[in-house]
């Protein structure tokens, strides 16, 4: 079982569409989270932190459930510019575990 | 943006050719971080540095040596290349784990 796992997509949405995606952890004992975005053939970069209560930055929202073991991240009307892959990274003992990453886009 | 660069951008070698890529920093940041990307697998880590001349194996570091003489230049070598090398490369850099990551702009390695 890989340690992050989330689904590849593609998702295909509309602009003005919300879409979320999630990702699943196998260490339980993981510290901290984080979404990364990656745009076609560009380096990898922070969208933002997850905490433990929940955040929200605009019109993203991330979550996470300890419980279960899985962050989420929620786009709220979605724009053309929102088209990327979407990495979850999870801190583990000070080793960052990359998700294969969710793919998005975006159309008019 | 954090000033990290990595040189070159684009390589092809055959195999069994040493191959240097290097990563150059303006940061100051303590840690350094070499990966690579390939489809269907999230980056996954080669060899990181948390300071000058101190260097760490990650999960993938079979085939890959590191060296960091300077707290700006972290150097990934590939001894002799193999066609499982292909993939892209990224340079990444940190002030402390696990805090946020800056990466480079990649350095697509091809081994023909």
């Known amino acids: 079982r890989k340690e992050v796992e989330q689904d590849p997509g593609p998702f295909n949405v509309p602009e003005g569409a919300t879409v979320a995606f999630n990702c699943t952890y196998s260490?339980?004992?993981?510290?901290?989270f984080f979404w990364y975005r990656q745009d076609c053939r560009k380096e990898p970069k922070l969208l933002m932190s997850?905490?433990?209560s929940g955040n929200e930055d605009g019109r993203f929202t991330a979550q996470l459930n300890r419980a279960s073991q899985y962050i989420s991240l929620l786009i709220r009307d979605s724009k053309l510019s929102d088209s990327a892959t979407y990495l979850c990274?999870?801190?583990?003992?000070?080793?960052?575990?990359f998700g294969a990453g969710t793919r998005l886009t975006v159309k008019p | 943006d954090a000033g990290i660069t990595q040189s070159p951008r684009h390589k092809v070698t055959e195999t069994g050719t040493p191959v240097t890529l290097r990563c150059h920093q303006t940061?100051?940041?303590?840690?350094m971080y070499w990966y690579r990307q390939d489809p269907g697998h999230g980056l996954r880590l080669i060899h990181y540095?948390?300071?000058?001349?101190?260097?760490d194996k990650g999960e993938v570091s079979d085939g890959y040596s590191v060296s960091r003489s300077k707290t700006e230049d972290f150097l990934l070598t590939l001894e002799s290349a193999t066609s499982s090398q292909t993939s892209v490369y990224f340079c990444?850099?940190?002030?402390?784990?696990?805090?946020?990551?800056?990466f480079g702009p990649g350095t697509r390695l091809t081994v023909l």
């Open positions: 260490n339980s004992a993981s510290q901290s």
């Open positions: 990444a850099i940190s002030e402390t784990p696990p805090d946020t990551q800056y």
């Open positions: 940061e100051n940041h303590r840690y």
């Open positions: 540095s948390y300071g000058v001349k101190d260097t």
């Open positions: 997850v905490y433990s």
């Open positions: 990274v999870v801190n583990d003992n000070n080793d960052m575990r």
